[in-house]
């Protein structure tokens, strides 16, 4: 889960009100923060390692310039927290800038053609496959909406894209499938973001946006297309956000708990949007295996315990869950007729990676489900 916001302003600089924005939506990601914004034809990034404050503090976010920019704070996915991996993310030119959430789940296959093409890539990341893209449309002659409309149509997953074209300088392009995105109307400005809290100290008119909707917003203007059927009518879509600020964080329920309650069904839905061919491997060794071993730790340890539940109850399986650093006793009742589930949110987790390794010893097969792509849990062979 990571956090977009961007600004369409009338007047320059937006960069310290970005920052505010940014700030409150590091609930959604902190290990790494950037900004886009676009002056005089040039499009300026500032991106980092660390917390929002931390990283501003290095780089000085609010000095940008421009009317017109757009933020990120990231909880790493594909690829480690690095500087380079930090949203946003350049095409070669340097002249688009993307901000995303959500999981590309065929950007291993776009980015092969895009370097046949003779792109080079400077992140681990799914999203800057997207930025590439649109330098390809505009190479081929489009015209920037029309070539950000082509580069979306070839995305397969969730995203929340936020885009900057250097030859559009007054436009924020979007796009949303499955991950949250929402406008934000404003007096000589247009706000594009991941949820009402990072915007609600500066307008309380919005325009939630649905699955498979597009468009741009300038100061002044709000263009919604719905990616199949064309233009959409936002004159009965407005809402007035009339919570307070500290209601706005809570999403409008009492108390942060009863949100993330509700909040389940999309967070599952932004899961599954993610699933490819390594999620159907890994269910066939799973319904192949005689028992199920799942190993797991802290609050991973929960979910292990939820998922013997449903496999016992639903798929007649027998699993044995266990916490990760009670491996060994385990580990001498497996046989190589068995499997090995990992639960670890980090790919990291020690105690899990102890227990790979042991059931690996014996013969065992091992599936991994990690939220981190390329840790070092979802990399062992």
């Known amino acids: 889960m990571c956090g977009i916001v961007g600004i369409a302003g009338a007047r320059e600089p ?101 370097v046949s093409r003779g792109h080079v890539f400077r992140s681990d990341t799914d999203t800057e496959v997207v930025a590439h893209l649109i330098e390809e449309g505009l190479r081929a002659g489009l015209d920037p909406y029309l070539a950000f409309k082509q580069a979306v149509s070839r995305l397969k997953g969730s995203y929340a894209l936020a885009v900057l074209i250097s030859s559009t300088p007054d436009r924020i392009y979007f796009a949303r499938r499955l991950s949250p995105l929402l406008v934000g109307l404003g007096d000589g400005f247009n706000f594009v973001a991941s949820d009402i809290p990072a915007i609600i100290e500066y307008t309380r008119r919005v325009i939630v946006l649905s699955d498979g909707e597009l468009g741009y917003v300038t100061f002044s203007e709000v263009l919604v297309e719905d ?29 942060y708990m009863l949100k993330e309650i509700y909040e389940q069904p999309r967070a599952i839905a932004e899961t599954i949007s993610g699933f490819g061919e390594d999620y159907l491997r890994g269910s066939r060794v799973l319904a192949e295996s005689e028992v199920v071993y799942v190993a797991a730790a802290g609050t991973s340890y929960h979910s292990a315990l939820y998922f013997a539940l449903l496999a016992m109850k639903l798929a007649r399986m027998k699993v044995v869950p266990f916490i990760s650093s009670e491996y060994e006793s385990y580990a001498y009742a497996a046989t190589p007729s068995d499997a090995l589930l990992v639960i670890s949110q980090s790919g990291e987790t020690i105690d899990t990676l102890m227990a790979m390794r042991s059931f690996k010893e014996r013969g065992c097969r091992v599936v991994s489900l990690t939220n981190v792509v390329g840790s070092v849990i979802s990399q062992r062979e």
């Not at 500032?46 to 704070?73: E, M, N, Q, Y």
């Not at 059927?229 to 999403?251: C, F, N, T, Y």
């Open 14 to 114: 937006v960069s310290p009100i970005l920052l505010e924005c940014l700030r409150r939506l590091e609930y959604r990601g902190y290990d790494s923060a950037g900004m886009a914004t676009v002056s005089k034809g040039r499009i300026f990034v500032r991106k980092g390692v660390g917390k929002i404050d931390d990283v501003d503090k290095r780089l000085s976010f609010s000095s940008l310039p421009g009317s017109v920019g757009i933020a990120h704070t990231r909880w790493a996915t594909h690829g480690p927290p690095t500087d380079e991996n930090a949203h946003p993310h350049l095409d070669c030119s340097g002249s688009i800038a993307v901000v995303h959430n959500g999981i590309i789940e065929n950007h291993s296959e776009i980015r092969r053609w895009l």
């Open 227 to 255: 990616e199949r059927r064309g233009p959409v009518d936002l004159s009965s879509r407005m809402l007035i956000v009339d919570w307070e600020p500290e209601q706005a964080r809570k999403g409008g329920f009492p108390h």
